[in-house]
């Protein structure tokens, strides 16, 4: 019995209203011919109906590749019992549509690459020399880090790594228990269980710089606290590292508008943020835009650990070879293709039993759809002073992202 499949499916939405609209009129011209030949046509505009609608879905897979959605099938146990499987992938055998489906498709990670540029002719930042390289082999000893930028997917890969993969995270997660378990002692590190959650955090803050220099005075990396060490402070977070105990970087990267502009919207609601500010809450976008609050090619500077000075194009150039050779790369619009790629690259897709386990593979699922809102706030149409705006003040980050596009095609060799 061939299992079925359902999508949930973040776009097409306009090719199945006009299937709708097709189908409508079908209805309607029924009502308008004779009883006698009304039969032949309403049967000949349904096929070409169904042609249309099926033409126009497979275009729309093609086009969308395997990002932005997350693929479920559904296929019965040794009980009888309906299961669910993460595969966006689409490894999971015995379904034929998935066969064809990767016959023709291009955005997938199984792409012929014949090698990966290790070259390391261009100077970057003294900070990364405990950093791995992406080619290096893995050790034990290695520390997973994510680089979490802000609204490019990094809160959900916390709950995946926290709740799906049950890991130890250090991360803000020390800061959001409400019964106190946090940072307390301070003399002392430990792993706690949040009090509502269930998920197991180090007692250390790596989202400020303080909190860093906290983590490394204890350790953390030598005594194999956390699975996964979450911050936005590269710079900072090099203190964790030495030779023999390495970080090893990923990221996720996200259209910089689109991230600018949830950020915008965030800021404006997040009064329990420790940066919250009234005067951004009164702003509209166009006067964000406008103004100083916005930073300018945030992903760059942070990169360069570069606040204040202007950003050139050859800080962009460095930013490159940076990424090519310290970080994994993910894409936000391939958040479910990215998951597979850092849970392989880390050996977590085969020990945890992503694909075999019902558990996790439904936990992957809902936590990325949970994820998959972006805030809830204004559309802002291409072509406005605010997008325009927007796009002119982040222009580095722009390159990037799109260099970051052709690695995330190029880094499939590393998995």
Known sequence: MLPTIVRSHVGCDKDVELAHHLDGMIG????????????VRIRISRRRTLAATFIALLSCIILMGGGGYTSLYINRDARDRQVLVFDPENKFSGFLFSNFRNSIFVRLLALTITGYDTSQTIEIPSFYDNFANVWDTITVEDQPALFYIPKSGGSTLQKLFSHCLDMVTASRMALTDPKGHGLLPDDNVAINIHSITGARYVNVDPSTPFGLARAASFDIVKKHMAKVIISQHLYHSALLYDPNHRGRLFVMIRNPIKRAIDQFYYMQRATWEHDYSPEIAMMSLDEYTAS??????????????????????SHVETAKHILRRKFLVGLMEWFDLSVVRFEQYFGWWDT??????????????????????????????????????????????FELYFYAKNLFYRQAVLV
Request: charged residues 30%; positive net charge.
């Open 292 to 313: 100083d609050h916005m930073v300018e090619n945030y992903v760059v500077r942070s990169l360069l650990n570069k606040k204040s000075e202007d950003i050139t194009p």
């Open 28 to 39: 309607a011209e029924r009502s308008r011919t004779r009883e006698g030949s009304s039969e």
């Open 352 to 397: 945890h039993g992503v694909l075999s386990n019902t558990t996790v593979s439904y936990c992957h699922h809902k936590k990325i759809m949970d994820g998959n809102h972006n805030g809830k706030h204004p559309m802002v149409e291409p072509g406005s002073l605010a997008y325009r705006r927007i796009a002119v003040r982040n222009w580095a980050d």
